[in-house]
């Protein structure tokens, strides 16, 4: 049985606190549309940067779109459900990091060094 009284359950309830479908959707609403407002800041940057190319746009478009979803989505997920793997996912990726890091090392470091020494010794002509 609870310890509440008969009246807590729905008479005692601010109006403020009434249901609001986008506040239920969007956690944060407030941060939600700063994202948004960067992400399209960074489409408007993008058009400039490409030459006015639509497609290119719309193409990312696209990705900020699922994005969001699945920002939405994720963000609607209950820690309970993914607290199991949550240490077998943290392993797993710092696992994977050290061995790009150290595949990196040994594929670019020969190559890194003889770009920057044909960078370093190599002169420009003029167009005098």
């Not at 290119?56 to 696209?62: A, D, T």
């Not at 993914?82 to 392993?91: A, D, G, P, Q, T």
């Not at 990726?93 to 990196?104: A, D, H």
């Amino acid at each position: 049985m609870s310890n509440r009284n008969p009246l807590d359950y729905s008479l005692n309830r601010p109006l403020s606190k009434a249901y609001n479908p986008i506040r239920y959707l969007f956690k944060d609403v407030i941060l939600y549309l700063c994202l948004v407002s960067i992400l399209i800041f960074g489409l408007a940057m993008l058009y400039s940067s490409s030459g006015q190319s639509v497609a290119m746009v719309i193409r990312q478009s696209v990705y900020v779109f699922f994005g969001l979803v699945l920002m939405t989505f994720i963000s609607h997920l209950k820690p309970d459900s993914y607290k199991n793997i949550l240490m077998h996912s943290y392993w797993l990726g710092l696992l994977l990091l050290i061995m790009f890091w150290s595949f990196l090392q040994a594929a670019t470091l020969p190559v890194g060094g003889l770009i920057l020494v044909s960078f370093l010794f190599s002169r420009q002509k003029s167009l005098d």
